[in-house]
C-alpha cells in the first residue's frame, strides 16, 4: 500500500503488532524494536514518519519517545495502544505524538490518523481568528515565515536583514516575531534587551489587542519592532500554537510585513506559521545533509496537502566550497531557486557583534543577496545608507 512510499518505520517489542503491521504494509516496511533503535534509524535515514506499537504506552517509554521527538521534531509520531485512555492521550501528546489509534490497526485507521493530523494544523489555525467582524483582506499584512529543515542554516540572519531591508519602505511597518521559542536569537542579533517577550502576550490572551501588543514590542534603532522570543527554553510551554496565531492576526492588522523567524523543525507550531504564511522563505544550505532534509519537508508538506504554492528556496552560503552545485538542487528539490546569498565570514562577524550586515555594508555583495531575498516579497527594496538607523521611524 502506499504508505510504505512515506518512509514509514513500525517500533515495537511485540512481535504480534510488528507482524501485523507487516501484513498490512505487504512486508516493504522496515522495523525497529527499541525507541532507541528507532532514534539511531531516523539518525541515518530518510524517515518522515513512526508507528510506535502497544508497548510504549507507558511512562517510561513516553519518557524516550518525547526526546526522540526533541532529537528529531520533524518525524510525525503516530501511536497504536491496546486501550486509547485519556491519560496514556495526554501523556502521548506532551512526549510529541500527533495521534494515538486504537488497536487493532488497519489501513484506514492510519490514513484517516494522517487526515486528523492535517486538518488539526488548520483548524487551529483558523481558531486563532477573532470571530468578530471579518477584516478585509487587502489591509491586512503580509506573514513572511522564515525556515528550514536543518538547523543552522542561516534561519535568523536571513530573518532579521530581511525585515531590516522591508522596513526601508518609509511606508511600511514591519514587525520581526521571534517563534523559535526554545532558543530565539533574534534579539541577540540586533543588540535588542527585551522588556517584554510574547510570554506576556500569551499570559493576557484573552483581552489582547492591537494597543496592548505594540506595547510588548522592542523597538531597533531602524524602527523595526520585534516581538521577542520567550527568554528562556522553559518559558516556550506557555506560547501555544493557537496563542502565537492570535498575535499574528493581531499584528497583520497594523503592520504590513510580519516576519516570523521558526525553529528547524516540522512541528505542528511550524505547520501552522507555514499554513498562514503568504509567503514561505525556505533556508537552504548548500550542503548535502540540508538539501536532503529540505527535500523531506517539501514531501512531507505535500503528504500532509499543503501547497507549497508559496515556498519559495532561499539558497544559503552560495559559492561555498560545497560539492553541489544550484542546478543539482533545483533538480533534487523540483523548484527554482530564485535568491541566493554568498558564504562569507563578514556574516558571523555580524552575528557576534549585533550589527545586522544590511545596515554595516548595505552595498556590499551580501547585503545584496539579502535585497535579492527581500525582493520576492516586496519589490525593488529602497536603497540603504551605511550603519543604518538612518531610515527614520515611522
Ligand atoms: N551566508 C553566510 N556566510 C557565512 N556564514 C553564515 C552565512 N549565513 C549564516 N552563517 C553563519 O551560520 C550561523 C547560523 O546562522 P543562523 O543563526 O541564521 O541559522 P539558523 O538557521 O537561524 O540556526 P538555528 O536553527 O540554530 O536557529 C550564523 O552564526 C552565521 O555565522
Ligand atoms: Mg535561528
Known amino acids: 500500500m502506499s504508505m510504505a512510499e512515506h518512509n514509514l518505520l513500525v517500533v515495537d517489542k511485540d512481535d504480534e503488532f510488528v507482524s501485523a503491521a507487516k501484513e498490512l504494509f505487504e512486508g516493504r516496511l522496515p522495523v525497529a524494536r527499541s525507541i532507541e533503535e528507532a532514534s539511531q534509524t531516523a539518525e541515518s535515514g530518510d524517515l518522515r514518519m513512526l508507528l510506535l506499537g502497544p508497548s510504549f504506552s507507558n511512562d517510561e517509554s513516553l519518557e524516550h519517545i518525547r526526546n526522540l521527538h526533541n532529537q528529531d521534531p520533524a518525524l510525525i509520531l503516530m501511536m497504536v495502544a491496546d486501550t486509547v485512555t485519556a491519560d496514556l492521550l495526554r501523556g502521548a501528546m506532551r512526549a510529541g505524538v ?3 489509534i486504537e488497536a487493532p490497526l488497519d489501513e484506514s485507521k492510519i490514513e484517516a490518523a494522517i487526515e486528523q493530523f492535517a486538518h488539526d494544523v488548520l483548524k487551529r489555525r483558523t481558531a486563532g481568528k477573532p470571530a468578530a467582524e471579518p477584516v478585509r483582506t487587502e489591509q491586512r499584512g503580509a506573514i513572511v515565515t522564515v525556515t528550514s529543515a536543518k538547523g543552522g542554516s542561516g534561519k535568523t540572519v536571513t530573518a532579521t536583514n530581511v525585515a531590516l531591508l522591508l522596513n526601508r519602505f518609509p ?9 523559535d521559542l526554545q532558543f530565539g536569537d533574534v534579539c541577540l542579533l540586533l543588540q535588542l534587551e527585551p522588556r517584554f517577550t510574547m510570554v506576556n502576550a500569551a499570559h493576557e490572551l484573552h483581552h489582547l489587542d492591537g494597543e496592548m501588543l505594540d506595547s510588548l514590542l522592542t523597538e ?15 518559558f516556550a510551554d506557555d506560547i501555544t500554537t493557537a496563542g502565537l496565531m492570535q498575535m ?17 523543525m516540522l512541528d505542528e507550531l511550524i505547520l501552522s506559521l507555514i499554513e498562514k504564511a503568504d509567503h514561505v522563505l525556505m533556508v537552504v544550505d548548500m550542503d548535502l545533509p540540508s538539501v536532503k532534509n529540505a527535500k523531506l519537508a517539501l514531501e512531507t508538506l505535500r503528504l500532509l ?17 560545497a560539492k553541489l552545485d544550484n542546478k543539482e538542487i533545483e533538480s533534487a528539490l523540483k523548484m527554482e531557486i530564485k535568491a541566493s546569498v554568498p558564504s562569507d565570514a563578514a556574516v558571523p562577524n555580524s552575528v557576534n557583534e549585533g550589527r545586522p550586515i544590511v545596515e554595516t555594508d548595505p552595498r556590499g555583495k551580501i547585503a545584496k543577496g539579502f535585497e535579492s531575498v527581500a525582493e ?3 519589490g525593488k527594496i529602497p536603497e540603504g545608507t551605511s550603519r543604518g538607523g538612518l531610515f527614520g521611524r515611522k
Open 220 to 234: 531597533h534603532p531602524s524602527g523595526l519592532k520585534v516581538l521577542a522570543a520567550p527568554l528562556e527554553p522553559a
Open 171 to 179: 511606508d511600511k511597518k514591519v514587525v520581526l516575531v521571534d517563534a
Open 376 to 378: 520576492l516579497i516586496a
Open 98 to 100: 500527533s495521534d494515538v
Open 305 to 321: 496537502k499543503f501547497s507549497t504554492q508559496n515556498v519559495q528556496l532561499v539558497m544559503n552560503r552560495n559559492n561555498s566550497k
Open 248 to 264: 499574528l492576526d493581531i499584528l497583520q492588522e497594523s503592520y504590513d510585513y510580519v516576519v516570523v523567524d521558526t525553529a528547524s
